[in-house]
């Protein structure tokens, strides 16, 4: 009468002994992937935090990295603790302090703009910006790699910290492209705007933490 | 090769061709489109993302194959998808471990190739009804036609946009790049002429067949 035609079914214990050995052979290949792969992807990584610090701090051999909390500033060992912020510390050959670098971002046109600045303590102002990852326009956004007037902002921009250690004397600004008058505003690229100011917010935003936190220590910092 | 060794199995030189020109990923099934339009800004991207993939194609196949008995159907997808990321995994760690910078570039299309239909299609429609060795010359052809495609688009994309070849440049100083050529727009229309100019020749040729 209504009897449902036999379906050829596989048993489940069947299916789950495929998944099962399926599964174990592809988590041992993944475990010797990643066993195999780690020491070169952390090299890597080391290789291009030391780069891009390099390039900020001219001079620079030696870069550890540090966190600065309320509490004070110590070498950073795992992750970075709620409240804190990283950065980097470079040293010279002879384990002089060179200079702080530390990572800015700001919403830029398309995605955010990543940039690390190299700070310099004895003038108290920022010597050097790279550009860590970015998605702008090329052509457009890309300036503020090749641009050489806008690079010159940074040859010495302002960031000294108010006397009661708690901001920035003078926030960092971003001004209409030629209207610069202080040490602490960028001239903006005429027709980079957003991408500029992604830059200048960022590092605003990032400096207005991290100074008032590491300036009373910057003495504690040996290589 | 191999390829004269084992007649018994069907394999011919067509195995290995249906994926480089008859069935070319890019230029006839338009398969794989995401990656394609996404990271061919460049020569060396699209090359590095061709090859990732073909990696992940050929691993994924071999393994799909060897194990096709094994396989109850009702399962089938949900191991092939595992066989798949799993290779992923690999690759994602692999290209972190030989350039960062490469890796950066890739961005999020390392990890989506897992969804790529190109690789899903070769192992159920190809690797799981054949023998190993005809899988891997199947999938390796598919691999080495996305590569091709994607080097296409990838170069076209680099000297119009940039100047440049693999990073050389071509033209001297007082190129001016025509920069939508990376931008995402730029994607399409070379895409789209090459897909033209594949049609056109298609078309001549089985014009040419019907004159015969």
Redesign the interface.
């Known amino acids: 009468m209504n009897e449902p035609t036999p379906v050829h079914t596989t048993p489940s214990n069947k299916m789950i002994v495929t998944m099962g050995l399926v599964a174990s052979i592809c988590g041992v290949l993944i475990v010797a992937a990643y066993e195999s792969t780690q020491d070169a992807i952390a090299n890597n990584k080391r290789i291009m935090v030391e780069r891009a610090v390099f390039k900020v701090l001219p001079g620079a051999a030696k870069v550890s990295e540090y966190v600065a909390t309320p509490s004070g500033i110590q070498a950073l060992t795992g992750n970075v603790p709620d409240g804190g912020v990283k950065f980097y510390a470079a040293y010279d050959q002879a384990g002089v302090l060179k200079g702080i670098a530390a990572e800015a971002a700001g919403k830029g046109y398309a995605d955010m703009v990543r940039v690390l600045y190299g700070y310099d303590t004895q003038c108290q102002c920022i010597i050097g910006i790279g550009v860590v990852s970015m998605r702008e326009t090329p052509g457009i956004g890309d300036k503020i790699i090749t641009d050489k007037e806008f690079l010159k902002n940074f040859d010495a921009l302002d960031v000294r910290v108010n006397a009661e250690m708690s901001a920035l004397a003078n926030a960092v600004k971003v001004v209409k492209h030629g209207t610069k008058q202080n040490a602490w505003e960028i001239d903006a690229i005429a027709g980079a705007t957003v991408t500029t100011k992604a830059v200048g917010r960022g590092i605003n935003e990032s400096a207005q933490k991290l100074l008032p936190l590491l300036v009373p220590h910057v003495a504690e910092l040996k290589p | 090769m191999s390829l004269k060794k084992e007649p018994d199995e069907g394999i011919t030189f067509d195995t290995f061709m249906e994926g480089v020109w008859r069935q070319n990923p890019v230029f006839v099934m338009v398969l794989g489109m995401c990656p394609t339009l996404a990271v061919t800004v460049s020569a060396v991207n699209a090359v590095s993302m061709g090859v990732a993939t073909l990696f992940v194609l050929v691993s994924s196949c071999l ?1 799909v194959s060897l ?1 096709r008995n ?6 089938r997808i ?2 092939y998808i ?2 798949i ?3 992923v ?2 690759v994602d ?2 290209i ?6 490469l890796y ?1 570039a890739l961005g999020a299309f390392i990890q989506l190739i897992v969804v790529n239909c190109i690789i899903l299609g070769r192992a159920e429609a190809h690797a799981s009804k054949n023998p190993p060795l005809k899988a891997v010359i199947n999938a390796m052809g598919m691999g080495i036609g996305f590569t091709i495609g994607l080097l296409a688009l990838g170069a076209t994309r680099e000297i119009l ?2 100047g440049k070849l693999f990073g050389f440049s071509l033209f001297g100083e007082h190129f001016q ?1 025509w ?1 939508v050529m ?2 995402p727009p730029g994607g399409f229309f070379v895409l789209g002429g090459w897909l033209l100019l594949f049609s056109f020749m298609r078309s001549r040729s089985e014009k040419g067949a019907a004159h015969e």
């Open positions: 393994l194990i094994l396989v109850p159907k009702e399962v949900a191991t595992v066989i990321a799993t290779f995994t690999l760690y692999i972190q471990a030989v350039s960062l910078s950066e946009g940039a790049p920069v990376v931008l």
